[in-house]
């Protein structure tokens, strides 16, 4: 079992907002497992809480913001990729004012504080957040693009174009296995000169300085050029470093830029709620665009969270193997249902079990007895077929007939002993004799086949 999280000593530190300027001071506390992230905003009235999660994303200009109810927290993804690259899961930030504290711009900071207060196991399981199919995002507006392809561990890159004379592309990458207070934390966020005045007009940047930002130049500048800046940076003498950036100090890796989105895609994803076990490639990525990426996810997974109908196998069925041979024309060994446990004007769940005398079995892989994957969406289709058939006074008459199967996913394999439970409903109400159903075969509360089956019944002929 891989456990989660937390620190092992309470710690703090201070610091000034990049965008509001302010003066704040968080403490971070362990907290019990599956609580995730969550701030407390110490200075307000009854000490209002907001966890860290995408449903309480209120803001992403510039920055990551949470709010609920009076509880606000500005630029958090620093310290929430710092949590994820640390591998700290359940935490409570303490915070005195509206915005986390920005120190040098970078999470390093922050990581340091994190080895300060030591991690700590606890006695709960971590789970991750894993794909089975890749999901891709677009933002056509902001030309950005994020796609999260189904992996064993988590790694992300990004690219971006800003079509700068001095910056040009930049792409990095960073794999979960290696160092993060190394290969990530230390870079630091960025702005363009042209983007200053822009800002400021938005009430923004105002605990900005070139010592927690990187300052890149639009275009080549002169000499006056840099002497009348640095007045305006208040600095004794302004450099331009041959990367473009205003620096009096060398940039920390020569791809900082797009290494700091790295910073921020990972702190943004924390917003799952869980870790990630997926690659995550990014191209012009932006906060706006990562959040909304993240809650796609979240929407999809949620589509998926299903669960397995719970059934008394052993109460007596609505139907035995006599009845469903009165119904359907199967007979041995193409007979796959056993019983009927329900049946509505809109369901139907039949029970096939799966035996080591499945005739099948002494030619589909011999010596490791696996039940064919048609033959599951086979048994799938005969109890949709009992499911069609009711709607007839005669079903001994009439022939189901499928003509499509669409979306059909094998998740995993069944064998002698599995106990297959087949589950239809319908997706649109039966027109004259066309019905389509989702379908779905568990085992257990596992999900091992689905698809989308249409058919359609007939009379026999004379």
């Not at 890749?134 to 988590?154: L, S």
């Not at 059934?311 to 009927?340: G, M, Q």
């Not at 589950?423 to 091992?448: N, Q, Y």
Request: proline letters at 5%; one cysteine or more.
């Amino acid at each position: 079992m891989e456990q989660q999280h937390t620190l092992q000593h309470t710690v703090s530190i201070s610091g000034i907002g990049l965008h509001t300027g302010v003066h704040t001071r968080i403490q971070l506390w362990g907290a019990p497992p599956d609580s995730g992230v969550v701030f407390k905003r110490v200075d307000l009235p009854d000490s209002p809480e907001v966890a860290a999660i995408a449903d309480n994303v209120h803001n992403t200009t510039r920055c990551t913001m949470l709010k609920k109810g009076a509880a606000e927290v500005y630029t958090i993804e620093h310290l929430l990729a710092a949590f994820r690259g640390m591998g700290v899961d359940n935490v409570l930030v303490e915070i005195d004012n509206i915005e986390v504290p920005i120190i040098d711009g970078s999470a390093l900071p922050f990581i340091r504080l994190i080895q300060e207060a030591g991690v700590v196991a606890q006695e709960a399981e971590r789970t991750y957040i894993e794909l089975d199919e890749a999901v891709h995002f677009y933002d056509a507006e902001k030309g950005a693009e994020i796609i999260a392809i189904p992996a064993t561990h988590f790694e992300v890159s990004s690219t971006i174009t800003f079509n700068k004379t001095l910056m040009g592309t930049q792409y990095a990458e960073w794999r979960s296995t290696e160092d993060f207070s190394e290969a990530v934390a230390p870079a630091r966020t960025f702005c363009f000169l042209n983007e200053i005045e822009g800002l400021l007009e938005k009430g923004l940047i105002k605990g900005a300085n070139l010592e927690n930002a990187v300052v890149y130049a639009d275009r080549t500048l002169s000499q006056a050029e840099l002497e009348q800046l640095s007045k305006h940076f208040n600095q004794e003498q302004l450099t331009l470093h041959p990367s473009g950036a205003f620096n009096n100090t060398e940039l920390r890796y020569t791809n900082e830029a797009a290494r700091h989105k790295l910073l921020d895609i990972i702190g943004d994803l924390t917003l799952l709620g869980k870790p990630l076990r997926a690659k995550v490639v990014a191209l012009r990525p932006g906060h706006s665009s990562n959040v909304q990426f993240v809650k796609q996810l979240q929407k999809g997974l949620a589509q998926k969270r299903r669960k397995s109908p719970k059934i008394d196998i052993y109460a007596p069925p609505l139907a035995d193997i006599r009845e469903i041979e009165a119904t359907l024309p199967h007979r041995f060994p193409f007979l796959l249902v056993d019983k009927i446990v329900k049946l509505t004007e809109e369901e139907v769940i039949g029970v096939k079990m799966v035996t080591m005398n499945e005739p099948f079995f002494a030619g589909h892989f011999p010596g490791n007895p696996i039940m064919p994957g048609v033959l599951q969406i086979e048994a799938m289709a005969q109890a949709g077929g009992i499911l069609l058939l009711r709607t007839v006074p005669d079903p001994q008459n009439y022939l189901t007939f499928f003509l499509k199967i669409d979306q059909a996913k094998f998740r995993k394999t069944v064998v002698p002993g599995d106990v297959l439970v087949l589950h239809l409903k319908l997706t649109s109400p039966i027109r004259r004799g066309l019905c389509e159903m989702r379908a779905e075969a568990w085992v257990g509360d596992t999900l091992v086949t689905e698809g989308i089956l249409t058919a359609k019944i007939e009379r026999k002929p004379n």
